[in-house]
């Protein structure tokens, strides 16, 4: 048992690093690192911090691995909150002012919308939570399926041709939510 958990580790590992690697012409030399994260060498500076990480979901006879790409800024104080993008529009159960006007100001932007509603994601969360704002974005290939009886594990493909419209996404969202922290931190200071 111990052993297949190795294999599995070191297949999910194999996975993301092929998948980070689609970003090597956009984003740089792709790096594993020991907990399984990978870095990227040469990130613009709008995605500095820029990671690929690894998700496990575990089912009765196997689950799944899925890349999650984070990037976290830090922001004006806020409440805690979830933005989740959804049927084509982000929502939120906060009813809090700044947090809706985050929400129209992520609607606001068209060419982010179309890319999202084209880019086969498993899911795309922003969290706000105290003075963080960290943008979790997980296309649906790129992870790793497994069955643990019989023991098969199956890297799942990243569609090669989502990479630019991931990309542009990553950095239209970076920069309408770095504008929204700047907007918090201008009104803390006041």
């Not at 643990?148 to 493909?157: G, I, S």
Request: net charge positive; proline share 3%.
């Amino acid at each position: 048992m111990f052993q297949s958990r190795i294999k599995r580790r070191n297949a999910a590992n194999e996975a993301i690093l092929k998948t980070s690697s689609l970003f090597a012409e956009l984003w740089g030399e792709a790096k594993l690192s020991d907990n399984g994260d990978v870095h990227f060498a040469g990130l613009p500076h709008t995605l500095h911090g820029l990671t690929a990480t690894q998700s496990w979901q575990r089912q009765l006879m196997g689950g799944s691995m899925s890349v999650n790409l984070c990037l976290t800024r830090h922001i004006g104080q806020t409440e805690h909150c979830l933005l989740r993008f959804r049927s084509g529009c982000f929502s939120s159960k906060s009813n809090n002012t700044t947090v809706q006007r985050l929400i129209k100001q992520l609607h606001a932007d068209s060419v982010l919308i179309t890319t999202l509603q084209r880019l086969d994601l498993a899911g795309l969360n922003i969290t706000l939570s105290g003075n963080k704002a960290t943008i979790t974005l997980s296309p649906y290939g790129g992870g790793l399926v497994f069955l643990a009886l019989p023991p098969v594990r199956y890297a799942v493909a990243f569609p090669k041709d989502q990479t630019e419209m991931t990309a542009c996404a990553l950095e239209r969202l970076e920069r309408i939510v770095s504008q929204y922290g700047n907007t918090l931190s201008q009104k803390n200071v006041h």
